[in-house]
Every structure is written in C-alpha cells, then in structure tokens.
C-alpha cells in the first residue's frame, strides 16, 4: 500500500474502490465490531445511539422501509424484529454474505440485493422511510445522485434518516486521543480521502462535505430537513472505533445523524 492522500474520483472509481474495500474486509469488520453492533441491533453511530431507544424512525411496524448499505445488515434485522416489511441493499457481495450469515445465526433472515446508491433497482414510491449507518452515503462520489434516487423510491411525505461521518471531523487528525484535537485539514477542503494499492489504484474512497453541502443536496432533492443529531459521546462507551473514542468524543462531535421527510411542507 502506498500513503493515502486526497485526489479526485470519478463515480465509477468510487464505487469499485468501494466494493474492493468492503469485499476486502467485510470479515475483519464484523470481528472487530461485531460485539458492539449485534446481530439484530439498530446502532446508528460509534457513539452508540440506539434506535431501540432513540426511536429516530418513528413507529415502523408495518412501514415498507429500506436500509442503503447494509453491510451485514444488523439495522434491517432489527426493523424486521419491530414488524416491518424492510428489504436492504449494499454495494459488497462479501458483506451480503456476511448477512446471509447473521440470518442464519439469529433464525431472522433479511432480503437484501447487491446494487449501488447512485442506481436503485426499487419501483418509484416504494419505501415509507429509507435508513442509513453509515452505509454508501460517505462512499459516493456523487450524493446528488444518491439522493435523488432515495427521493425517488420514497413516498410522498416518506422519510430518510441517515448517519455520517460527522464536516467537522474531516478537520482533524484520524487520531481518537486528545492528541487528536487539532486542526490539520481545511474544513472547505472537499477533495476526498483515498487509500490506494501498490498499483496507486484507489481500494478506499470517502468523501467529505461540509453541513451546507449535505444541507443543499437534501433539498436539492426534494427533501425538508427536520433535525440534525450531534451525538454526544456517552461516558459508559469506552469503544475505539478508528478516529472515535471517548477522549476526543468528549469534545467534539463524531458523528451528523440527518432527518429528513419528502417535500417542503
């Protein structure tokens, strides 16, 4: 591996460097993080907020909802256990495989498909919420896109709730000490993360965009902003989880977690 850097991706870049990343390390993924995240639970953000309890989606029994990028598809499980009728998608097959696994071990088995965020293979007016942790949408190229297909399979009123990296971490170090609290990077730098194999071909791409940017693209798409959760880190979570930890998490927001419905009203 050659030192990662910040350079352009086209779409299609992004998303092989997407699915040779989580192909890569869907296994390694669940061993690390596995325990933290259950088998059938809902958590939105290393911070651990919980839908069970943040109830971020409202009543879902009986909803039609989606998950966008699964992974091993914890969320979904969790949806389906509340009674609703949920399919989920992820751009890995390494993933979905991971899932295929769960829904054996948890006796609760999920629909799920291999597509990509910026190409929905669901009818329009499908979905009466969509989801996301973390899954695909920090990993696109183009979240314009993306958005507009989410809009498009949600129903009139529908709603989406996502969580993200959090603009203002992209500021700092990749470091969760307090060694961490510092500014290294510009804010306004939107040029993406890139990891890149001993052939420099991008493996890992993320994306950073600042509050106005993901303010914009939502309603761009068609979508008025309801709420825009900053976790705050909980002093019973003593998880590392890359850049996030509970000493850096004690003064900075890790994590944006999005709620939006479609149309202005």
């Not at 799920?112 to 965020?117: I, K």
């Not at 991008?202 to 693209?217: F, I, K, N, Q, S």
């Not at 068609?222 to 825009?228: I, M, N, S, W």
Request: hydrophobic share 40%; proline share 6%; charged share 25%.
């Amino acid at each position: 591996m050659v030192e990662p850097r910040r350079m352009e991706l086209t779409e299609a870049e992004s998303s092989r460097a997407s699915r040779i990343y989580w192909d890569s390390a869907a296994v390694e993924y669940l061993a690390e993080h596995g325990a933290f995240l259950g088998d059938d639970r809902f958590i939105w953000c290393p911070e651990g907020v919980d839908e069970e309890a943040a109830q971020l989606l409202g009543p879902v029994r009986g909803k039609r909802i989606l998950e966008v990028g699964c992974g091993g598809a914890q969320c979904a499980r969790w949806l389906a256990g509340q009674g609703a009728d949920v399919v989920a998608f992820d751009i890995s097959l390494e993933q979905l495989r991971v899932a295929r696994q769960l829904d054996a071990r948890t006796g609760t088995a999920v629909r799920t498909v291999a597509a990509d965020a910026t190409a929905l293979p669901y009818a329009d007016a499908s979905f009466d919420i969509v989801c996301s942790a973390f899954g695909a949408l920090p990993f696109v190229a183009n979240v314009e896109t993306a958005l507009r297909e989410i809009a498009r399979t949600l129903r009139p009123g529908g709603l989406l709730v996502f969580s993200v990296t959090h603009p203002f971490r992209w500021t700092m170090p990749d470091d969760p000490t307090e060694a961490g609290l510092r500014i290294n990077h510009s804010y306004f730098e939107r040029t993406p993360y890139v990891e890149l194999d001993d052939a420099e071909q991008p493996v890992y791409a993320e994306h950073h965009r600042t509050v106005g940017d993901w303010l914009r693209a939502l309603t761009e798409a068609g979508f008025a902003v309801d709420d825009l959760l900053e976790p705050e880190w909980p002093a019973s979570n003593t998880e590392i989880w890359g850049g996030w930890g509970p000493e850096r998490g004690r003064y900075v927001p890790g994590t944006a977690i999005w709620s939006a419905h479609l149309g202005g009203s």
